[in-house]
Structures are given as structure tokens and as C-alpha cells.
């Protein structure tokens, strides 16, 4: 009969004692590594915090708008009737900003003076009268908005305790100011312009409507067009296709394209949608098939993964039953897989809409100020205004520029936050 070799009590004891060493050092090991990883999180936090703060700090001034109460007189001799378009509004304003202070002469004070109104109002009164012809031969108190440089000193950006010669607004403009201030003329109102109008030279009149309604368009175009053909190629090449070089190779190039930068998109565009089938340049509907080509891939591959999740045993049931295999995917696979198939979609267009390198390859990086009603008209999207206000001298764009970031930075949280809940609430676990 064999018996086992007897056990050395010292070397069991000699390898536990070993082992009991050095658990104290690996759980310190293990709790540094918490607090690097704990530590790395609160840092990002802060600094994320820090941005954010930063962009609402400058732009949540911008939903704002200093405005001046004056008491407008729609003189007849000013207004002919055959020619409301075209008559001289900007007159209208300077007389009544000048009634306000008759003392005030010579050429070189009236023009101080009529500089505290925008340049814009006019517009504004041309829609008043436009819009009701009977206010001609009246006098009608009117809230027009102020110019940029008095409406960021009242705002606090510029400051009034320095020498003139290094303030943008002379002592007698602050006298001014100072004055319809105490006469309660000057007061501070919600900034409906900045979300209704579409960009201007003038900050004052400067809106985001205009890139969002190009940024709409342009999306829709990219989505109606990647969404079908994505999901049929990931359908094809994950239920249909079979294994071999062609299809191996056409894997290996999508997975490629998803990590090319988007601006080689952009110059793709300008070669083959401008310069070779001739479209309209900076429009939504080049910027949306521009988009197309770079979100496709990023579809194509969320798609895919949402096939795979599906489980097997779901298509042997539908094929057992007799269902042929297009059936089997469109009534069965596809359902189960479009919660992901979705969720992959909108992380594309989520992204696609806050690219601008590509854009500005197809000329849509040029100054805009009508509104886009059609995909072919021109237009901008807000990545591109942001740059473009981001690289205007004035201070007043530098708030727009905030606040155009807000509005940017809302729209791809409600997307993420669109997708998060697509998945949470269709989302099957096997």
C-alpha cells in the first residue's frame, strides 16, 4: 500500500506566512488604485465644472438686450406712403433721440449721440409700420435696442473708472446714459432677437436662428439618407453576406473610415458634390450629404453590434417555424435590434452636428444673414457661427459666442439624453 510523503509543517508554514506578508501591501496597492482612479473622476468633474462655468459666466449676459425707450414720431413728410420699404427710418430715431437733448450741438456731439441707439433700429421700426400703416402721423414711445458698446457697459464688461482715452464711450455718452438711466429709459429686457434673427454685423442684432435652422436642415438631410442605407448594410453584412475576402475587406474599411478624420470628409465633398456634380455651395443639403459619408460608418457599426446582441435562439425559433430568412430578420431580429440600431443613430447625428471642419470645406463657413427655408438655400450651422463669432474684434460677439456654445452644448445633451432613454426603455436583456 502507498502512502502519501509526508507534509513539512515548515514549508506550509513558511508559504502562508509568506502569503499573510503580503496582503497588507496589495490592499494598499488595491486602495491606492481607488483613490488614483477617485481622484482622476473628481479632476475631470472640476474641470468640466470649470468650463461650464466659464461659458455660462460670459454667456448667460447674451439672452439679454439693453434697450432705450423713445418717443418716435412717424412723421408723414419722412414716411411716403408709395415708399414705406425704402424711407429713411434712421431719420425717425435721430430726431427723437435729439428732442430728448435739444442742448445738445454741433455735428461731432450728434453723432455721439445718435451712436447709443443700434444701428439696426431702424429695421425695427420699418416692421412696426409695415405691419400697421395707421401708426404714420403718430407719436408712439418705442423700446429700441441700444448699441453694442452701451449695452456691454451697462453690463459691466467695460469699465467707466479709467481715463476717456482708454474707455470706448466718452464722459458725454456716459452723461447721456446716465441721464435716460434716471429718467427710467434705459432698461434691460429678455433678448428675443439673439433666438429669432439670423447673424449680423452688428452684435446687437446678431441671432442664432438662422444657424439653427441650417443646422436643422442640414441634420434631417443626413439623417433621412445614413439611418436606412446604414442599417440595410449592416443588415446585409451581418445576416446575408458570407465570409469571405470581399466582405472581409469591406469590414476592415468601414471600421477605417469611422476613425478618418472628418475634414478628409469635407474635402470629399468639395471634390465630388461641388466641384463634379456642380450642387449649391453652402447649402444644407451639400453639408448633409458630407455629414452622411462620415456618420455612416459610425451607424453601420452600431448596427452591427445591435444584431449580434440578438440572441441566436431567436432566429432559429422564426426559421423553425417556417419563416423564410428576410422574414426572419424584418419581423423578428430587426425589432429586438433597433433599440440599439437607434441609440447608435443618434450618437452619429449628435456628433455630426457639432462638426464644423468638414462644413467649412463646402463654403458654409461664409457670412449668412438671411434664414434658410430650404435645403438649397444658403446657410451656416452653429459649430460654424461659433467660429465665426469667436473670431469677430468686438466684445459683445464674445458673449454671443458663449451663449451660442450653451445653446450647442443643449441640444447634444438632449440628443444623448434622447438616446439614453431609447435604450433604457426598449432595451432586452437576454
Known amino acids: 500500500m502507498n502512502r502519501e510523503p509526508p507534509v513539512n509543517p515548515k514549508a506550509a508554514v513558511r508559504t502562508i506566512d509568506i502569503v499573510r506578508s503580503g496582503l497588507p501591501r496589495r490592499y494598499r496597492a488595491e486602495q491606492r488604485f481607488r483613490i488614483y ?73 450728434r453723432r455721439l449721440l445718435n451712436s447709443l441707439v443700434s444701428a439696426g433700429a431702424g429695421y425695427q421700426l420699418r416692421g412696426m409700420v409695415l405691419q400697421n400703416p395707421e401708426i404714420v402721423g403718430r407719436t408712439v414711445s418705442v423700446w429700441v435696442p441700444a448699441d453694442d458698446e452701451v449695452d456691454m457697459t451697462l453690463k459691466g464688461h467695460f469699465r467707466r473708472d479709467v481715463p476717456e482715452a482708454e474707455r470706448r464711450m466718452s464722459d458725454k455718452q456716459l452723461a447721456w446714459l446716465d441721464r435716460l438711466t434716471a429718467e427710467g429709459r434705459v432698461e434691460r429686457k429678455f433678448n428675443t432677437t439673439f433666438l429669432s434673427a439670423g447673424d449680423s454685423r452688428e452684435p446687437e442684432l446678431a441671432g442664432i436662428w438662422g444657424a439653427v435652422s441650417g443646422s436643422f436642415f442640414t441634420l434631417m438631410i443626413s439623417l433621412v439618407l445614413s439611418f ?46 461641388l466641384n463634379f456634380f456642380g450642387l449649391p455651395r453652402s447649402a444644407p443639403l451639400v453639408g448633409g450629404l458630407v455629414l452622411t459619408l462620415m456618420t455612416l460608418p459610425t451607424i453601420i457599426i452600431a448596427s ?25 430578420v424584418v419581423h423578428h431580429v430587426l425589432p429586438l435590434a433597433l433599440p ?40 451656416t450651422v452653429l459649430p460654424v457661427q461659433i467660429y465665426l463669432w469667436a473670431d469677430s ?33 426598449f432595451e432586452r436583456r437576454w
Request: charge should be neutral; aromatic fraction near 8%; avoid cysteine.
Open 37 to 109: 482612479g477617485l481622484s482622476a473622476i473628481l479632476l475631470s468633474i472640476l474641470f468640466l465644472a470649470l468650463l461650464f462655468a466659464s461659458i455660462v459666466g460670459k454667456g448667460y449676459s447674451a439672452f439679454w438686450q439693453t434697450t432705450i425707450k423713445l418717443d418716435i414720431f412717424f412723421d408723414p413728410a419722412v414716411l411716403q406712403k408709395e415708399a414705406l420699404v425704402n424711407a429713411d427710418y434712421s431719420a425717425l430715431i435721430k430726431a427723437a433721440i435729439q428732442n430728448l437733448f435739444s442742448e445738445v450741438d454741433g455735428r461731432q456731439d
Open 340 to 379: 440599439g440600431m437607434l441609440t447608435g443613430t443618434i450618437i452619429g447625428m449628435a456628433r455630426a452636428l457639432g462638426e464644423s471642419a468638414p462644413l467649412l470645406m463646402i463654403g458654409m463657413v461664409a457670412f449668412i444673414a438671411d434664414i434658410p427655408h430650404g435645403v438649397t438655400d444658403p446657410a
Open 228 to 273: 436606412p442605407i446604414g442599417v440595410a448594410a449592416a443588415v446585409y453584412l451581418e445576416e446575408f453576406a458570407g465570409k469571405n475576402r470581399w466582405t472581409d475587406l469591406i469590414e476592415v474599411n468601414i471600421n477605417n473610415l469611422a476613425a478618418v478624420p472628418s475634414i478628409v470628409f469635407g474635402l470629399l465633398g468639395l471634390a465630388v458634390f
Open 304 to 328: 452591427r453590434s445591435a444584431l449580434q446582441a440578438v440572441p441566436p435562439s431567436i432566429r432559429e425559433a422564426a426559421l423553425g417555424v417556417g419563416a423564410s430568412r428576410m422574414q426572419m
Open 393 to 425: 474684434p468686438e466684445r459683445a460677439f464674445v458673449e454671443k459666442t458663449s451663449a451660442a456654445i450653451m445653446v450647442l452644448l443643449a441640444f447634444l445633451v438632449v440628443m444623448n439624453a434622447g438616446a439614453i432613454i431609447l435604450r433604457k426603455r
